[in-house]
C-alpha cells in the first residue's frame, strides 16, 4: 500500500523557515516523481516543487524560485521541502505526492499518490 506522511508544518512569522518532509513507503522510490503541492482556502491546488528520485531532477513553480528547496534521502524513502524567506501567501494545506510517470512535474492531476497535508501558517 503506497503511503504518504507529511510533517513539519506549523505556524512561522514572514521571513522565517519550516522544513517539511514526507515520508514514502510503499513503492520503490526510486522510480517516482515526488511533489509538493500547497492549496489554500477558496483556491486550487497547486504545484511547488517535485524531485525526480531517479535523477534529482527538481522543479520550482516561479512564486518559490530561490526560496524553497527540494531534497530526497534516498536511504530514508522521504523527501524534504525547505521553505526560506516565507510570506503570508505561502500559507496553505501543503501536500506531497507521488507518481511515477509524470511529464507535467508542477500539475497536480498528474499525481495519483497523495498524503494528508500538513498545515503552513505563516504571519505577517
Known amino acids: 500500500e503506497v503511503q504518504l506522511v507529511e510533517s513539519g508544518g506549523g505556524l512561522v512569522q514572514a521571513g522565517g523557515s519550516l522544513r517539511l518532509s514526507c515520508a514514502a513507503s510503499?513503492?520503490?522510490?526510486?522510480?517516482?516523481?515526488i511533489g509538493w503541492f500547497r492549496q489554500a482556502p477558496g483556491k486550487e491546488r497547486e504545484g511547488v516543487s517535485c524531485?525526480?528520485?531517479?535523477?534529482?531532477?527538481?522543479y520550482y513553480a516561479d512564486s518559490v524560485k530561490g526560496r524553497f528547496t527540494i531534497s530526497s534521502d534516498v536511504a530514508k524513502n522521504t523527501v524534504y521541502l525547505q521553505m526560506n524567506s516565507l510570506k503570508p501567501e505561502d500559507s496553505a494545506v501543503y501536500y506531497c505526492?507521488?507518481?511515477?510517470?509524470?511529464?507535467?512535474?508542477?500539475?497536480?492531476?498528474?499525481?495519483?499518490?497523495w498524503g494528508q497535508g500538513t498545515q503552513v501558517t505563516v504571519s505577517s
Open positions: 510503499g513503492f520503490t522510490f526510486d522510480d517516482y516523481a
Open positions: 524531485i525526480s528520485a531517479s535523477d534529482g531532477n527538481t
Open positions: 505526492a507521488a507518481d511515477r510517470l509524470t511529464t507535467q512535474p508542477l500539475n497536480p492531476y498528474e499525481f495519483d499518490y
